[in-house]
């Protein structure tokens, strides 16, 4: 009986300790990435482009790093038929890249990540999703690789 209370202890306090660590400790740093950095991932398509024909649809990805120190950037678009990948050596770019049509399965499916390789903070990746044009941003997972 002894050893069964001792593992249920040991598991609440490693879980409580495990949440603290996950909630509480990365909220500044969080802070300081979300007020440096900035990306979009937005799909336009021929409804909201004139200049297109129809099903020439494409993803727009806006990157800025408001303190300029990004020595470098690794882009990529994840579940194309072919994974989209570029390298770029500064603070700030915007990326086109054709995507005829809305996938069948919705954006989530396609998440849009950030290797930033930055002087003072280090190695920082960021991802997020792909929205169409004129909806609400989607949120930006900070991290560190």
């Known amino acids: 009986m002894a050893k069964k209370l001792g593992a249920v202890i040991s598991l609440v306090v490693v879980t409580v300790l495990a949440i603290l660590f996950l909630t509480g400790t990365g909220n500044g740093n969080k ?5 440096t950095f900035s990306i979009e991932a937005v799909y336009f398509d021929e409804s909201n482009n004139d200049d297109l024909d129809s099903g020439d649809g494409y993803i727009q990805i806006t990157f800025k790093d408001k303190s300029e120190k990004t020595n470098a950037v690794v882009l990529e678009v994840l579940g194309m038929e072919k994974s989209f990948q570029k390298t770029f050596v500064d603070s ?3 990326e ?5 049509t809305t996938p ?4 989530k499916i396609h998440p849009v990540t950030l290797l930033i390789d930055h002087e003072e903070l280090g190695k920082i990746s960021l991802k997020t999703e792909i929205r169409p044009y004129g909806e609400p941003s989607a949120p930006i997972i900070y991290g560190n690789p």
């Open 31 to 35: 802070e300081i990435l979300k007020s």
């Open 96 to 100: 086109i890249i054709s995507f005829p």
């Open 104 to 107: 069948k399965y919705g954006w």
């Open 92 to 94: 700030e770019f915007v």
